[in-house]
């Protein structure tokens, strides 16, 4: 068990829905010619594989009894991947403005303090070809 800072502390204090407390990225990557897997369940594979690399990821909140003091990291028990790693689809014709859009919608959910407070959007349906991601996490784990 590893005490939050007061700043880390502090992020999850001051957010609200219409102030979400995480930093996200979107990636978007040309595939090789001829790519045939799922790049959801490649996106799964590398993340389990490259895990032990960033074991802040591997942590949850545990509050404190009447939250007299700051919450605390604690090791999650088990990382459920399904949850974490979440496949999305575009509507057709998946332009970039459709992708963007995507990004922004999923930018504007709090992430759930039952878990880990990180998630992957593997964006599926661009029309251009290309896969797309999209990762957040929160200001807390990475302060």
Same mark, same amino acid.
């Given at each position: 068990m590893q005490q939050l800072t007061g700043l880390d502390s502090a992020f999850l204090y001051l957010e609200t829905p219409e102030t979400p407390m995480h930093v996200a990225s979107l #990636?978007? $990557? +040309?595939?090789? +010619?001829g790519y045939r897997r799922d790049f959801h369940k490649e996106m799964i594979r590398q993340v389990r594989k490259r895990l032990h690399l960033m074991? %802040?990821? /591997? *942590?949850?909140?545990?509050?404190?009894?009447?939250?007299?003091?700051?919450? %605390?990291?604690? +090791?999650?028990?088990?990382?459920d991947f399904a949850y974490h790693v979440q496949r999305v689809a575009l509507p057709?014709?998946? /332009?970039? %403005?459709?992708?963007?859009?995507c990004a922004a *919608?999923? #930018?504007?959910?709090?992430?759930?303090? !039952? !878990?880990?407070?990180?998630? =992957? $959007?593997? =964006?599926?349906?661009?029309?251009?070809?290309?896969?797309? $991601?999209?990762?957040?996490? !929160?200001? %807390?784990?990475?302060?």
């Open positions: #990636h978007l $990557y +040309e595939l090789p +010619e074991l %802040a990821l /591997t *942590r949850k909140l545990a509050p404190m009894p009447l939250q007299f003091a700051n919450p %605390a990291w604690v +090791e999650a028990d088990r990382l057709s014709p998946g /332009t970039q %403005a459709q992708l963007e859009a *919608r999923l #930018h504007g959910e709090l992430l759930d303090r !039952h !878990h880990p407070l990180w998630r =992957i $959007y593997v =964006i599926e349906g661009l029309a251009s070809g290309h896969a797309a $991601y999209y990762f957040k996490v !929160h200001h %807390a784990v990475l302060d």
